[in-house]
């Protein structure tokens, strides 16, 4: 249970007012006394200010970096307007000897609405191809697996598939990867 700083306050005026050892008031009033020995400390130490509960935050994170290092990043992204995080993270590195992570350079960047969105298309899958089949043979779908066959070893399995008709055309197993264009260039010349 949290206690406001006047409660705390009052419970170390009232150990200390009290005839009893300061360890038989705790236990009634049900205070752990590390609880109350740490209240106490920051009470000595900072008077009633120290009572006031504190932010959990810590005061400094150890692999934060410096402002100054974030200003020269910033600083070096507007003279350098065509490098992209990753090129700016190692262009920062090679001149200022200190090193930025690539996500940190983006998140800086992105602080300062430096990052611009990029300058190709980005295509979509379509949910069916665009030229249906309308007959046998006129796509094939090609597919390699690599396959362990306990007791033999690893293989791999070819199979060739009209679009059309789903049927298998081929199904052949290679021993080794060298195999496999040599399989497709077969296929083809079977294919006219």
Same mark, same amino acid.
């Given at each position: 249970?949290?206690?406001?700083?006047?409660?705390?306050?009052?419970?170390?005026?009232?150990?200390?007012?009290?005839?009893?050892?300061?360890?038989?008031?705790?236990?009634k009033?049900?205070?752990?006394?590390?609880t109350?020995?740490?209240?106490?400390?920051?009470?000595?130490?900072?008077?009633?200010?120290?009572?006031?509960?504190?932010?959990?935050?810590?005061?400094?994170?150890?692999?934060? +970096?410096? &402002?100054?290092?974030r $200003?020269?990043v910033?600083?070096? #992204?507007?003279?350098?307007?065509?490098l992209?995080?990753? /090129?700016?993270?190692?262009?920062?590195?090679?001149k200022e000897s200190?090193?930025?992570?690539?996500?940190?350079?983006?998140?800086?960047?992105?602080?300062?609405?430096?990052?611009?969105?990029?300058?190709?298309?980005?295509?979509?899958?379509?949910?069916?191809?665009?030229d249906?089949?309308?007959?046998?043979?006129?796509?094939?779908?090609?597919?390699?697996?690599?396959?362990?066959?306990?007791?033999?070893?690893w293989?791999?399995?070819?199979? +060739?598939? &009209?679009?059309?008709? $789903?049927?298998?055309i081929?199904? #052949?197993r290679?021993?080794?990867?060298?195999?496999?264009? /040599?399989?497709?260039?077969?296929?083809?010349?079977?294919?006219?």
């Amino acid at each position: 249970m949290r206690y406001p700083a006047s409660e705390k306050l009052e419970i170390i005026k009232l150990a200390e007012g009290s005839h009893l050892p300061a360890r038989l008031t705790l236990a009634k009033l049900g205070i752990p006394r590390t609880t109350f020995y740490r209240w106490y400390d920051r009470y000595w130490q900072r008077g009633e200010a120290g009572l006031q509960d504190q932010s959990p935050k810590p005061k400094h994170v150890w692999n934060r +970096i410096p &402002d100054e290092v974030r $200003r020269r990043v910033v600083d070096l #992204a507007l003279e350098e307007t065509e490098l992209s995080p990753r /090129e700016l993270a190692v262009t920062f590195t090679d001149k200022e000897s200190y090193f930025v992570s690539e996500a940190s350079v983006y998140r800086m960047l992105k602080a300062h609405d430096l990052i611009t969105s990029p300058a190709f298309i980005v295509m979509k899958a379509a949910s069916a191809f665009k030229d249906k089949t309308t007959a046998i043979n006129q796509l094939w779908q090609t597919d390699f697996t690599y396959l362990k066959v306990l007791g033999w070893g690893w293989f791999y399995l070819s199979t +060739i598939l &009209d679009d059309y008709s $789903r049927y298998i055309i081929s199904a #052949a197993r290679q021993g080794i990867a060298q195999q496999c264009p /040599e399989r497709v260039e077969t296929l083809h010349q079977y294919a006219g």
